[in-house]
């Protein structure tokens, strides 16, 4: 089982910045991608970004590239999400997520509570 905890949400203005993170524990979540979620009010769950929670290639929506960087630090079971030039329409409430796939939310097995963000134009 993998236990996931996210922080770093907030109220920001438009063109600002926030980081989330994700923090991992259990058993064998190395063998698991690290995935962001994020849901907007009254819309489904969309993919944002995905990584291998050990690090490699990063893979991000259309809708966030450029924008958002994902890393990773494996020693601290840890997992960042560095949003920049963020819009209002980035406001959801975002999810970190671990599975064995990469762009639907089907292929994640353990989530996180999520953590809100509002951007405010």
């Known amino acids: 089982h993998v236990q996931l905890v996210e922080s770093g949400g907030g109220l920001v203005p438009a063109g600002g910045s926030l980081r989330l993170s994700c923090v991992a524990s259990?058993?064998?979540?190395?063998?698991?991608?690290a995935g962001w979620f994020r849901q907007a009010p009254g819309k489904e769950r969309e993919f944002v970004a995905a990584v291998r929670w050990t690090g490699g290639t990063t893979y991000y929506a259309d809708s966030v590239k450029g924008r958002f960087t994902l890393s990773t630090d494996s020693a601290q079971s840890t997992v960042f999400l560095q949003m920049n030039t963020l819009k209002p329409e980035d406001t959801a409430v975002y999810y970190c997520?671990?599975?064995?796939?990469?762009?639907?939310?089907?292929?994640?097995?353990?989530w996180g509570q999520g953590t809100r963000v509002t951007v405010s134009s």
């Open positions: 997520a671990a599975g064995l796939g990469w762009y639907t939310s089907s292929e994640y097995d353990y």
């Open positions: 259990g058993d064998t979540f190395n063998n698991y991608v």
